[in-house]
């Protein structure tokens, strides 16, 4: 459904209102070395999430979604199917991704990561 103009304030329910998200990345030089700013803010938002198992989309997404070959597109289809006709599978992922981008990508986790690095070369705040 194409929505138009969107509000701000709103991004996150509308986003959080798609049954699935599919990211079929083809696997380029381009795509191996980006990390996807929409695949966090779906996975934020407790999207189910089928992508292409190509760059960084495996470590940011884990075990919170489905990760497909990107040279398979009927496993893509079926992947995605599946879900859609799962409510529970997708509730499921959809409740992964959210606590995986709360304990990997949030900034209070993100800055417990530095604080270790930074521990573990001994270097300490002032």
Do not use: W
């Not at 599919?22 to 992508?51: H, N, W």
């Not at 199917?81 to 409740?95: H, I, K, N, P, Q």
């Amino acid at each position: 459904e194409q929505m138009g103009y969107v509000a701000r304030e709103v991004i996150p329910s509308v986003l959080g209102s798609a049954a699935v998200a599919v990211f079929p990345y083809q696997d380029t030089l381009i795509t191996r070395s980006k990390q996807s700013v929409k695949l966090l803010e779906l996975m934020a938002a407790g999207c189910a999430i089928v992508a292409s198992d190509v760059g960084d989309v495996p470590a940011v997404l884990g075990p919170a979604g489905r990760l497909v070959a990107t040279d398979n597109p009927e496993r893509f289809a079926e992947s995605t199917a599946v879900l859609l006709a799962d409510m529970s599978g997708r509730m499921t992922l959809g409740a992964a991704a959210q606590e995986r981008v709360r304990s990997h990508f949030s900034i209070p986790a993100i800055v417990d990561r530095l604080t270790e690095a930074y521990a573990e070369h001994g270097v300490t705040g002032r």
